[in-house]
């Protein structure tokens, strides 16, 4: 069965610096990948879609890379902000069945 | 404003008695679907529709049924709840297949007692 790995449980950086989170996923050729974010107790939110054809999508402070060859998608938040703290959702989809990575906890000091 | 809509927000029953969770949104979407979200565990799907009277079994569909009667609403029927299926339980929708992400309800945290 497919799996999904988001990296370590919890990623803490200093405001201002860069935050990359890392998802791998096996048994799975996914046609695209998105990332949500998502706040305790709260619905996940949006934020990119990249498809497997893409090496690299952008979004104001946000950049994700999709490397199907190694089975790997990297989300990095540029210039962090506190306002950022929050858990990372990978969900890498063929169709209509998702399957949600653990995700990965982001607390960005000041 | 386009959102998807949950009801109720906060919700205690009791084992057996049947109850249903409501999802409605107003994006003319066709893809509907419900996912419970358990600490360690993520979020599984339960069941997804790609459109109207077309649904389709997710990853922990037992003890749970769904209708889509019209496009935009998606209720969640539990017919004879247990303690195992308190969670806290999300509705989304989208446009289409890869099109777009999901948008989600702000969420039914259910406890079965």
């Known amino acids: 069965s497919q799996k999904i790995e988001q990296n370590s449980e919890a990623l803490n950086i200093q405001e201002g610096k860069t935050a990359t989170l890392t998802c791998n996923y096996t048994?799975?050729?996914?046609?695209?990948l998105q990332w949500y974010r998502q706040d305790p107790g709260r619905g996940p939110v949006f934020l990119l879609l990249i498809r497997e054809n893409e090496k690299e999508k952008r979004k104001e402070r946000l950049k994700v890379t999709f490397d199907t060859t190694l089975k790997q998608s990297l989300f990095h938040i540029t210039a962090s902000q506190p306002a950022d703290s929050a858990t990372y959702l990978c969900v890498p989809s063929n169709d209509y069945k998702l399957s949600f990575g653990a995700g990965t906890t982001v607390t960005v000091r000041a | 404003e386009a959102q998807v809509t949950q009801n109720p927000r906060y919700l205690i029953t009791v084992t057996g008695k049947k109850l249903t969770v409501t999802c409605s949104q107003n994006m003319n979407h066709e893809y509907m679907s419900w996912y419970r979200q358990d600490p360690g565990l993520g979020l599984r799907q339960i069941y997804y529709s790609m459109n109207v009277e077309v649904t389709d079994k997710g990853d922990v569909p037992e003890g749970y049924k769904v209708s889509r009667k019209e496009k935009r609403n998606f209720p969640l029927i539990l017919e004879s709840p247990s303690p195992n299926q308190t969670s806290l339980y999300f509705c989304?929708?989208?446009?289409?297949?890869?099109?777009?992400?999901?948008?989600f309800g702000s969420g039914t945290r259910l406890t079965v007692v």
């Open positions: 989304a929708s989208r446009e289409g297949q890869g099109i777009g992400g999901y948008t």
């Open positions: 048994n799975y050729s996914p046609a695209y």
